[in-house]
C-alpha cells in the first residue's frame, strides 16, 4: 500500500501532465479559432522547450489555410514572406496519423534542402499530427530543442497528448465561428426585412405624396399644402427609421457600459425616434454575464423593445433588469394595445418571436409572452448565469 494512500493524500501530479493540463485550461477560454491556434502553438513550444513551435491548418488545395508560429519575432515572420506550401516535412505530417522525430532534419529525404532567405536553419524536429474523426486537420511542428541536443520519446508523448485536446479545441473553434457567422447572417436578414417593411414602404408613400403635391400645384399652392406636409412627415418618418437602424449596427460596448448601461442609451435612441417613453430599471443586484451571453441577451431585449415602439403604440414602455445570483431575469412591458400571441399569421410575419425563443432556448433560459388585445404586452425573459 502506497503513502500516499495511507496517509489519504492524492498522488502528486507530474509537472509535464499539469503542464498539459494548464495549456488545455487555457485554450478552453477561448473562442476565436485564431486565437485558439496561438495558444496552443505557445503552449506546445513551452511544453518541449523549443526555440521554435508553428501550427498549420491546411486548405486543401497545397496551401495553409492559417500557419502560426512561435518564438519569431514579428520582424522575422514578415521578412520569410508568405505563407509556406504544404510540401516537403510540413505536408508529410498532414498525410499521415503518427508523430515523427529526428535530430537532424536536413537527413531526411522529404527534406527539400531549401529556405526562404531570412529562415532561421533548424536541425532537431518534431512533428505531430492532430487528428479529429474526419481526419487530419494540423500539425504541430516543433524544433531545435533547447535544453537537449534532440527531442526525445517524452517530448513526444506530450505533444500527441496535446494534440488530442487540440482537435477538439480546434473544432469546438470553429463551430463557434460559425455559430456567428450565422447570427450574422439573420441578423442581415432581420435588417431587409426592417428595410423593406418600414423604411421602404414610407419612401413609397413619400414618392406617392410628392407626385400627387405636383398635381395638385397646378391648382393653388393651398390645395398642394396637406400634400408637401405629407411629404414633410413621411421624410422625417423615414429618417428616424433609418437612424435606428443605423445605430442597431454600432457595436454594443457590453464589456465597458454593461447591460444596463447599453439599454440606457438604447432607451434614449428609441424615445428620441419613436416618442415612446422608455424606462430602464435595473436593481444592483442583477448578476453579471459574460460578453458572449451579454450579447444574445440583448439581442433578445432590443427585439422586445422595437416590436413594443413599432407595433404597441404604447405611452410607455419599461425594462426591468434584475435576479438572484444564478439567474438573470428581464421584463419588457408595454401599456400599448396588446395582441393575441396565438395567431399563426402574427406569429409567422411580425415581432419575431420565435427568433427570441430559440435564443432563449441557446442560453439555457426561457422566454414567456404575456398579451392580450386591448392590455399591453410583457416579455420576460430568465437566463441561468454562473453554471446554474
Given at each position: 500500500m502506497s503513502k500516499a494512500i495511507v496517509s489519504g493524500m492524492p498522488e502528486p501530479v507530474s509537472p509535464a501532465l499539469k503542464a498539459v493540463s494548464d495549456a488545455v485550461l487555457a485554450v478552453a477560454s477561448r473562442l476565436s479559432v485564431d486565437e485558439v491556434l496561438q495558444q496552443l502553438v505557445d503552449r506546445a513550444r513551452e511544453l518541449v522547450e523549443a526555440r521554435y513551435?508553428?501550427?498549420g491548418i491546411p486548405d486543401g488545395s497545397g496551401g495553409f489555410r492559417r500557419f502560426?508560429?512561435?518564438?519569431?519575432?514579428?520582424?522575422l515572420v514578415a521578412a520569410m514572406g508568405p505563407l509556406p506550401r504544404t510540401h516537403g516535412m510540413l505536408g508529410a505530417m498532414l498525410e499521415t496519423d503518427g508523430a515523427?522525430?529526428?535530430?537532424?532534419?536536413h537527413r531526411d529525404p522529404r527534406f527539400r534542402g531549401w529556405w526562404p532567405g531570412a529562415h532561421p536553419d533548424m536541425r532537431s524536429f518534431l512533428g505531430v499530427p492532430?487528428?479529429?474523426?474526419?481526419?487530419?486537420?494540423?500539425?504541430f511542428y516543433l524544433t531545435e530543442k533547447e535544453t537537449a541536443p534532440t527531442f526525445d520519446a517524452h517530448d513526444q508523448e506530450l505533444i500527441e497528448l496535446l494534440a488530442s485536446h487540440a482537435a477538439i479545441a480546434i473544432t469546438n473553434a470553429r463551430l463557434y465561428e460559425r455559430s456567428r457567422?450565422?447570427?450574422?447572417?439573420?441578423?442581415?436578414?432581420?435588417?431587409a426585412l426592417e428595410l423593406h417593411d418600414v423604411v421602404s414602404q414610407k419612401l413609397f408613400s413619400l414618392n406617392l405624396a410628392a407626385e400627387a403635391a405636383a398635381t395638385l400645384l397646378d391648382r393653388g399652392p393651398e390645395e398642394a399644402r396637406p400634400q408637401l406636409e405629407r411629404v414633410r412627415d413621411l421624410a422625417r418618418d423615414a429618417l428616424a427609421e433609418l437612424r435606428s437602424l443605423i445605430f442597431g449596427l454600432r457595436p454594443a460596448e457590453l464589456e465597458r457600459d454593461g447591460l444596463d448601461g447599453v439599454l440606457r442609451k438604447e432607451a434614449t435612441m428609441l424615445q428620441r425616434v419613436?416618442?415612446?417613453?422608455?424606462?430602464?430599471d435595473a436593481h444592483g443586484d442583477a448578476p453579471h454575464l459574460e460578453p458572449a451571453c451579454a450579447g444574445e441577451v440583448l439581442r433578445i431585449v432590443e427585439e422586445a423593445l422595437h416590436n413594443a415602439v413599432r407595433h404597441a403604440e404604447a405611452d410607455t414602455v419599461t425594462v426591468r433588469l434584475g435576479g438572484a445570483e444564478h439567474a438573470l431575469r428581464i421584463e419588457v412591458?408595454?401599456?400599448g394595445i396588446g395582441f393575441d400571441p396565438t395567431d399563426p399569421e402574427l406569429r409567422s410575419h411580425h415581432l419575431g418571436l420565435t427568433s427570441m425563443e430559440e435564443r432563449a432556448r441557446e442560453l439555457g433560459g426561457r422566454l414567456t409572452l404575456m398579451a392580450s388585445p386591448g392590455s399591453g404586452t410583457v416579455v420576460s425573459l430568465e437566463v441561468?448565469?454562473?453554471g446554474a
Open positions: 513551435a508553428a501550427l502560426l508560429v512561435a518564438g519569431m519575432s514579428d520582424e515523427y522525430l529526428t535530430d537532424d532534419i492532430i487528428v479529429a474523426p474526419e481526419g487530419v486537420i494540423g500539425a457567422e450565422l447570427s450574422i447572417l439573420s441578423e442581415r436578414n432581420r435588417l419613436h416618442g415612446v417613453k422608455v424606462r430602464i412591458a408595454d401599456d441561468p448565469v454562473n
